[in-house]
């Protein structure tokens, strides 16, 4: 071979080899099709059982696999609990404890996995496979979930505040903290469609009935009818009980556009939701999602996708957790 023709055949995979990086780092949909066949049904089948039991865990998982990404990457390392060589892992965060729910879930799955394929399916994707179980069981919203993340070994609390962003955010703020995930503007107003179901305690948004500025106290962007409503479940301070309300009360336990209708009727209940429809940058999307509930629906299967190839551990980075909340 001349030295020409060696040039070009390194050249070109070179090529090859940034391209398929650029492909979320290989992840694969059916991964675990010859290792673990029953891998999705076992994972779709405790799912399944768990919000006929309880519709609220839905939203948990769904909620779960968006901290499991935007902290770390999707590695599992939400679900990894605090240890005395680790005192505070990510899940005890107070963005994740005592809120975040669904973990016996996951690793009633992972048992079951463990049962059936030993050390084979990770965590992360479990997560993955729920959250998609779970769209699909409360809001008819299926896809096909790219898999082959391993599990990190990673947990640390104070890396969640510095990747989740408060509900107190800005879309300004959102767009930016999205962005920085690799996740457009839209695709941020897409998921944040996921608060069409589950329940947000008082504290999360308290300061918009009684507190807002030094000016006025209620967050003259709130329907003043839904003010009141969320008063009675919600006491003013200095009561210390916190109390939770649905995201969305029109459809609570639906995942479907309904929540960006409650957005332009001024009843987004965090002020991250609010504020999408408060911003000029944002407002037309929140328009159109309440518009077209079937193009919502195929923009949030995308976009979950998306989310779930946020900074994945493949190959023979990270490991297979024999149990989800306890590193190997
Ligand atoms: C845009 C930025 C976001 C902020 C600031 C935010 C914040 C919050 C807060 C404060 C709660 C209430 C937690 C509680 O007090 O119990 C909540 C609940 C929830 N969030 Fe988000 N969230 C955001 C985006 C997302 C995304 C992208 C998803 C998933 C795709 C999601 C899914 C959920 C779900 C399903 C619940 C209800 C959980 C339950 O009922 O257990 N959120 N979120
Ligand atoms: C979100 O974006 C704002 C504006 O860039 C930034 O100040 C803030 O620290 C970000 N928060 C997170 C959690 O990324
Ligand atoms: C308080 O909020 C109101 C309504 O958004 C606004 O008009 C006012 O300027 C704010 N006051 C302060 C002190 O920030």
Same mark, same amino acid.
């Given at each position: 071979m001349d030295n020409t023709s060696m040039l070009q055949m390194v050249s070109s995979l070179v090529l090859i080899l940034s391209v398929s990086s650029l492909a979320s780092a290989s992840l694969k949909v059916g991964f675990y099709s010859s290792t673990c066949p029953s891998a999705e049904e076992i994972v779709r089948s405790t799912v399944n059982k768990a919000i006929s039991d309880n519709a609220g865990i839905a939203a948990g998982l769904i909620r779960m696999h968006f901290h499991d990404c935007f902290v770390r990457g999707c590695d599992g390392s939400v679900l990894l609990a605090s240890t005395p060589g680790n005192p505070v892992a990510e899940r005890d965060h107070f963005a994740n404890n005592p @809120? #975040?729910?669904?973990f016996e879930v996951i690793e009633e799955a992972k048992t079951q996995l463990e049962a059936a394929c030993p050390q084979t399916v990770s965590c992360a994707d479990i997560l993955a496979f729920a959250a998609r179980d779970s769209a699909l069981k409360v809001g008819g919203i299926n896809y096909d979930v790219p898999s082959g993340r391993r599990d990190g070994r990673i947990s640390i609390a104070d890396e969640v505040p510095r990747n989740l962003p408060a509900p107190t955010s800005s879309a300004h703020e959102l767009v930016s903290n999205f962005s920085r995930k690799g996740l457009s503007a839209d695709e941020m107003v897409t998921l944040s469609?996921?608060? @069409?179901i589950g329940v947000s305690h008082c504290s999360a948004f308290s300061k918009r009935l009684y507190s807002f500025n030094d000016t006025v *106290?209620?967050?003259?962007?709130?329907d003043s009818s839904y003010a009141e409503t969320l008063k009675s479940n919600c006491p003013a301070p200095p009561s210390t009980t916190d109390s939770t309300v649905s #995201?969305?009360? @029109? *459809?609570?336990?639906r995942l479907d556009n309904k929540y960006y209708e409650g957005l332009i009727n001024h009843r987004g209940l965090l002020t991250s939701d609010q504020t999408l429809y408060t911003s000029q940058t944002t407002r037309e999307m929140v328009q159109s999602n309440a518009n077209n509930g079937a193009s919502w629906a195929e923009k949030f299967a995308k976009a979950m996708v998306q989310m779930g190839s946020i900074e994945v551990l493949t190959g023979s980075d990270g490991e297979i957790r024999r149990r989800c909340s306890l590193v190997n």
């Open positions: @809120s #975040l729910r669904g469609g996921a608060h @069409s *106290t209620q967050d003259p962007s709130m #995201l969305d009360p @029109s *459809t609570p336990i």
